[in-house]
């Protein structure tokens, strides 16, 4: 007879989404609402592992009544998945990153998104990375905040105790914080007062992230948790040619990410001076060797 | 409440096994993990959870115990009897290919037939979980002593897009082991031509009672 048989096994995987998934999400459709997903047209002969999906996570600067798809992306995240193993990575863009941007010639990584719309911002942050991405979310500063609402509030686990006389006066405290909607938003949006300027602010917006994940997490297995959240970002989601089960496949595989498997990096580079303007000069080493690391099994090491 | 209750379909099922069975309260299950999407309430949900039929004799097939939970979007009652009908038509052929029928057996190559492929193959390796695979060899029989399933169902618009079982079985192996395990968790699938596909599970193995 085997020994006796005790030990719990869990197991919780995906089987692999690209495949499943045909987004067309032309550059020229109206503007959106709250959350807008665009299919990014790759280019030819990029290496692509099927298991891992990335998201370029944006959080537009658009003001209501502006086009959050030709605004400019004040947060930049490169979001990998790995369905297989449940692994997930995040590199964070800073903001003011100095980068070639095709047909428009040097500027803020930022700017791409006015420029050319999530195609070009893709595009962007593509050749920064040598990994592009396989869609395009862009988020406002209210469809995050919503976000942050409709799953009940996020704990950030802060490094720093910080704030802003015009964003949050009160500020936030050091060590585990909760916050909901615009108090999440705000705390991803700050810089001036922290340290590290960019780098710290694309950071906390890691940490946001992280307080999302874990919230979902938390939630799950709540009967109808999954498919309400489909439903509700579906009512606030501008998307063409995406088919609600699409959708739920993606919300499966963020649900299934594995919290031990989490990584995330800032992209690190140095403060410049161009034309009088404050920049943030990208290690461009460093942002390939990231891409590398990270593209065929969405791990990194900072 | 829709219920259904369905037969395991398999002829021979349970009948050469001596155990009692067995109804345990519903541990907890932690399921989990991560990142962002939007929420939702949850809240019409059936918790009851209250477990498989007591009372059936050792020799009879155990019926599933399968209702609608969260509903999140319009769904006729009509459609909803549907899709909980055809999905719990699914989850039944992989508890019956997976972890019932005759013993002993090494092959267990329908268990995951309404899988996808990449699900599939990863099914397979994690098979000591997700079916009897491992002990299959060495077991004379296998009695199912609970099947409750619950099915959450997306259906923006009246259109079925999507749904998560959340299940729990009772499997009582005698022979070269004799243990019973609770197997609980969540299968996620869609909808495909002819019905629905298992895209993804999160599934917990344990003996009864650890």
Not at chain 1, 29 to 45: I, M, R
């Amino acid at each position: 007879m085997r020994p006796r048989f005790q030990q719990v096994m869990r197991t919780m995987l995906l089987g692999g989404l690209l495949g499943l998934m045909a987004l067309v999400v032309p550059d020229s459709t109206p503007a959106p609402t709250e959350y807008t997903l665009v299919k990014f047209e790759k280019t030819a002969g990029v290496d692509v592992d099927p298991d891992v999906v990335w998201i370029l996570a944006v959080g537009s600067d658009a003001r209501p009544r502006e086009n959050p798809l030709r605004s400019r992306g004040d947060a930049l995240q490169m979001i990998g998945m790995n369905t297989k193993t449940g692994a997930a990575t995040s590199i964070g863009i800073p903001r003011d990153s100095w980068v070639p941007i095709q047909g428009v010639g040097s500027n803020r990584v930022n700017a791409a998104l006015y420029f050319g719309g999530p195609q070009l911002l893709g595009r962007t942050v593509g050749n920064l990375l040598g990994v592009e991405p396989d869609y395009v979310l862009v988020a406002t500063f209210s469809g995050l905040a919503n976000l942050v609402t409709s799953i009940g509030g996020i704990t950030v686990d802060n490094p720093r105790a910080f704030a802003d006389e015009h964003l949050h006066p009160k500020g936030f405290k050091a060590g585990k914080v909760r916050v909901n909607g615009m108090k999440a938003v705000e705390f991803g949006r700050i810089r001036k007062s922290l340290p590290g300027g960019d780098f710290d602010r694309s950071a906390n917006q890691q940490l946001v992230l992280r307080g999302i994940r874990a919230r979902v997490a938390e939630r799950a297995s709540e009967p109808g948790f999954i498919e309400g959240g489909v439903l509700n970002v579906l009512k606030h989601l501008h998307t063409k040619g995406v088919s609600a089960a699409q959708l739920f496949r993606i919300a499966q595989a963020v649900a299934q990410v594995d919290p031990a498997k989490v990584t995330t990096c800032v992209l690190p580079g140095a403060i410049g001076n161009i034309g009088g303007a404050s920049v943030v000069i990208p290690n461009t080493a460093a942002a390939r060797r990231y891409g590398n690391d990270a593209r065929k099994d969405a791990t990194l090491r900072c | 409440m829709l219920r259904n209750r369905h037969s395991t379909g398999v002829p021979g099922v349970n009948r050469r096994v001596a155990h009692d069975v067995r109804t345990t309260p519903w541990a907890a299950l932690l399921l989990t993990l991560v990142l962002a999407l939007a929420g939702c309430s949850g809240g019409d949900a059936d918790k009851s959870e209250s477990g498989g039929p007591a009372g059936e004799t050792a020799s009879e097939p155990i019926a599933t115990d399968a209702q609608l939970g969260a509903v999140k979007g319009r769904l006729t009652d009509t459609a909803a009897a549907e899709v909980l009908a055809q999905v719990t038509e699914v989850v039944d052929r992989w508890f019956d290919n997976a972890y019932a029928g005759d013993y002993p057996r090494e092959k267990f190559d329908t268990a995951f037939a309404d899988f996808t492929k990449d699900a599939r193959g990863l099914a397979v390796q994690q098979a000591a979980i997700l079916s009897n695979t491992e002990v299959g060899a060495d077991l004379e029989a296998v009695e199912i002593t609970q099947r409750v399933v619950r099915v959450d169902v997306l259906a923006p618009k009246g259109k079925v897009a999507g749904a998560t079982v959340r299940f729990r079985l009772g499997v009582a192996m005698s022979g070269g082991v004799e243990r019973t395990d609770r197997v609980t968790g969540r299968l996620m699938l869609t909808p495909v031509a002819g019905g629905w596909q298992v895209f993804g599970f999160d599934v917990l193995r344990g003996e009864e009672g650890s």
